[in-house]
């Protein structure tokens, strides 16, 4: 059974700094990309940042220069440090595992940024 549990959520000022976990279980996980998205109310669920099974990074222009996505393969857990957090971070976040032909999603954890 696939299994996607995010932690490490909570509110926080403009400027301060969280790290997200999502820990995996049930497929492959150093074999598939991987991926944090969020989600503010009544607005869409966007991509923040996506780690291939080799390392290889790409985030949102939003947060580039300020998150950071990692995954420890040995412990089958992705990670999402983020720092300088703004007000417009306010979401729930997602963590994501891309697995073909589908992907799984875990149920989100939610970071507040407050002014």
């Known amino acids: 059974q696939v299994q996607l549990v995010e932690s490490g959520g909570g509110s926080v000022q403009a400027g301060g700094s969280l790290r997200l976990s999502c820990a995996a279980s049930?497929?492959?996980?150093?074999?598939?990309?991987m991926g944090w998205y969020r989600q503010a109310p009544g607005k869409s669920r966007d991509l923040v940042a996506r780690?291939?099974?080799?390392?290889?990074?790409s985030y949102a222009d939003s947060v580039k220069g300020r998150f950071t996505i990692s995954r420890d393969n040995a412990k089958n857990t992705v990670f999402l440090q983020m720092n300088s957090l703004k007000p417009e971070d306010t979401a729930v976040y997602l963590c994501?595992?891309?697995?073909?032909?589908?992907?799984?999603w875990g149920q989100g954890t939610q970071v507040t940024v407050s002014s």
């Open positions: 994501r595992a891309e697995s073909p032909p589908g992907a799984y």
């Open positions: 049930g497929f492959p996980f150093s074999s598939v990309y």
């Open positions: 780690i291939s099974s080799g390392g290889t990074t």
